[in-house]
């Protein structure tokens, strides 16, 4: 079982200094895929960065700028994805304050990802400098933020660490509350397992998602996050090994328990595993794994 973590309080539009360096403001856009909405998260003081200015909301940018104290500039503006309820409002903010955005550019092959599986992309998110691959150190007064890459959820995800916290801004990559999407080809299984991996080798205190709390129990949440994974998994090959080698067939069996209307959802989720165990050589068939593809298991 996931340890979720869904206790947030919280006035839509307000700013919370939630740690000594970071406060946060939640956009009013909750849903099925952002929970209670966005935390918009402002790091340090004086000079300060923001991450996922969020939804297009006139309100929320209204919000971001009154967090600000008085003599106070936005130095950097850091998205971690192309999601609607994440970038849109980089390019309005950065209008108001004249500070560059940061990020990875979208993928060639994210569009033929959209369906409604997320809150929506913005195939319109240009970063002015780009994280890709990750490295990149930014510094201000007081903070440090290394950009950390996180391919999996989308190809272009970026997590920000705040080295004076040992802390991470997590984005879509780990959400306390819920399993994040993953929907090839965009989204893609074998990169985000590698991610998981790669964020729990670094030993974070705190995880800042953008949708919740934080988590504070980092190493089991994220180990309860891969065990997850690699039942479901498991469950597949199973399926498989007894000739239920088709998604349409798997999917009424495995999500048995879960709404029908988020079958096409867990549709997508199980391909992105078929990809992933073709790729390692435990699953065949016939040329490229697709939705309608019929699997079997190899050698
Ligand atoms: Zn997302």
Not at 84 to 95: C, I, K, M, T, V
Not at 256 to 270: G, I, M, N, Q, T
């Amino acid at each position: 079982m996931i340890p979720y973590v869904r206790d947030i309080k919280f006035d839509y539009g307000a700013c919370d200094q939630v740690s000594p360096l970071i406060r946060r403001v939640v956009a009013n856009n909750p849903g099925p895929f952002t929970f209670l909405g966005t935390g918009t998260y402002i790091v340090g003081r004086g000079e300060v960065a923001v991450i996922d200015p969020g939804p297009d909301l006139p309100e929320h940018l209204e919000a971001i700028l009154a967090a600000l104290e008085p003599g106070e500039r936005v130095s950097h503006i850091l998205v971690t994805h192309h999601h609607s309820d994440h970038s849109p409002l980089a390019r309005p903010l950065q209008e108001k304050t004249g500070a560059p955005i940061y990020g990875c550019a979208v993928g060639a092959q994210a569009e033929e990802s959209t369906i409604k599986t997320e809150a929506g992309s913005d195939f319109g998110f240009a970063p002015d400098i780009s994280l890709c691959g990750g490295g990149t150190v930014l510094k201000g007064p007081g903070w440090t933020l290394e950009a950390i890459a996180t391919p999996g959820h989308t190809s272009n995800h970026i997590c920000f660490a705040l080295i004076e916290e040992n802390a991470l801004f997590s984005g879509d990559h780990i959400m306390g509350w819920s399993t994040t999407v993953i929907t090839p080809p965009d989204g893609d299984m074998t990169d985000y397992m590698d991610s998981l991996e790669l964020v729990k080798a670094r030993g974070f205190s705190t995880l800042w998602p953008t949708h919740g709390p934080p988590v504070t129990e980092v190493t089991p949440f994220i180990e309860a996050y891969i065990a997850h994974r690699r039942a479901r998994e498991a469950q597949v090959l199973d399926a498989v090994a007894q000739g239920h080698g088709r998604i349409k067939d798997m999917v009424p069996v495995l999500y048995a328990a879960v709404d029908k209307r988020l079958w096409p959802a867990a549709s997508r989720s199980v391909l992105g595993h078929m990809i992933d165990l073709v790729r390692r050589g435990l699953v065949t068939t016939d040329g490229e794994a697709g939705l309608d593809s019929d699997y079997r298991l190899a050698g």
